[in-house]
């Protein structure tokens, strides 16, 4: 039996239970995610099953079926999820929504079948030369501060330009981004056996409840729904 999100519950949201699998851009859950608030994040979301129809409320119309688009930054929240669904998180820069949108009733609702679809929902050409040098320096700075001169300095661009190339380019500010890459560590951390407390400061965050407040804001859950999810990385 799906679980139906209703915030009006004083008893804490069941965890998120099943298998997480992690690549660089790409993040496949196979199982139960639970239940969200009404939320939004930077990955596209695909919701896919082959039994029982994904409930959701997306830009405050419901909705439901077993294959779902949710793109990048669209309000939404899990309403009921099949016990045994599949989520996707593809990042926008490397992601085709052509594809995505031409391929998204055919795609299977298992995560193992999957794995052999997703290069076709993969963007075509490579980023900008100098995005990429940015993001490069960004991975050096992190988990620390990241200061945007520097981060300029790196791709050769002034501040306001490179500013400007990450909303063209990833679909997302500099700052939006920074915030992705740490809730992706302080999750990897975390799954990997770590605390919760000690997986937020490990990510940079200033504490357990600045972590929260970005899973919140990005996800609708709270960080005690992780428990119940075992990673793998690819």
Same mark, same amino acid.
């Given at each position: 039996?799906?679980?139906?999100?209703?915030s009006?519950?004083?008893?804490?949201?069941?965890p =998120?239970?099943?298998?997480?699998?992690?690549?660089?851009?790409?993040?496949?859950?196979?199982?139960?995610?639970?239940?969200?608030?009404?939320?939004?994040?930077?990955?596209?979301?695909?919701?896919?099953?082959?039994?029982?129809?994904?409930?959701?409320?997306?830009?405050?119309?419901?909705?439901?079926?077993?294959?779902? =688009?949710?793109?990048?930054?669209?309000?939404?929240?899990?309403?009921?999820?099949?016990?045994?669904?599949?989520?996707?998180?593809?990042?926008?820069?490397?992601?085709?929504p052509?594809?995505?949108?031409?391929?998204? !009733?055919?795609?299977?609702?298992?995560?193992?079948?999957?794995?052999? =679809?997703?290069?076709?929902?993969?963007?075509?050409?490579?980023?900008?030369?100098?995005?990429?040098?940015?993001?490069?320096?960004?991975?050096? !700075?992190?988990?620390?501060?990241v200061?945007?001169?520097?981060?300029?300095?790196?791709?050769?661009?002034?501040?306001?330009?490179? !500013?400007?190339?990450?909303?063209?380019?990833?679909?997302?500010?500099?700052?939006?981004?920074?915030l =992705?890459?740490?809730?992706r560590?302080?999750?990897?951390?975390?799954?990997?056996?770590?605390?919760?407390?000690?997986?937020?400061?490990?990510?940079?965050?200033?504490?357990?409840?600045?972590?929260?407040?970005?899973?919140?804001?990005?996800?609708?859950?709270?960080?005690?729904?992780?428990?119940?999810?075992?990673?793998?990385?690819?």
């Amino acid at each position: 039996m799906a679980w139906i999100y209703n915030s009006s519950m004083s008893s804490p949201a069941p965890p =998120w239970n099943g298998t997480l699998l992690l690549d660089a851009h790409v993040a496949v859950l196979q199982g139960h995610a639970g239940g969200s608030a009404a939320h939004a994040h930077y990955a596209h979301q695909l919701l896919l099953s082959e039994g029982a129809p994904w409930q959701v409320e997306i830009d405050g119309v419901r909705q439901q079926g077993q294959r779902l =688009w949710l793109r990048s930054f669209q309000v939404h929240a899990i309403l009921s999820a099949p016990q045994a669904g599949c989520t996707v998180f593809v990042e926008p820069a490397h992601a085709d929504p052509g594809q995505i949108q031409r391929h998204l !009733h055919a795609l299977p609702g298992n995560a193992l079948e999957l794995r052999a =679809w997703l290069p076709r929902l993969s963007r075509p050409q490579p980023l900008d030369r100098r995005v990429q040098a940015a993001l490069t320096r960004i991975a050096q !700075h992190l988990p620390g501060p990241v200061p945007a001169h520097d981060i300029a300095e790196a791709a050769h661009l002034s501040t306001s330009q490179l !500013h400007r190339r990450f909303q063209s380019d990833l679909a997302v500010t500099l700052r939006g981004w920074v915030l =992705w890459q740490r809730l992706r560590s302080a999750l990897m951390h975390h799954l990997r056996g770590h605390s919760l407390t000690d997986s937020a400061h490990a990510a940079g965050f200033a504490d357990l409840a600045h972590l929260s407040r970005s899973l919140r804001r990005m996800f609708g859950i709270a960080a005690a729904q992780l428990q119940g999810l075992q990673l793998h990385t690819a």
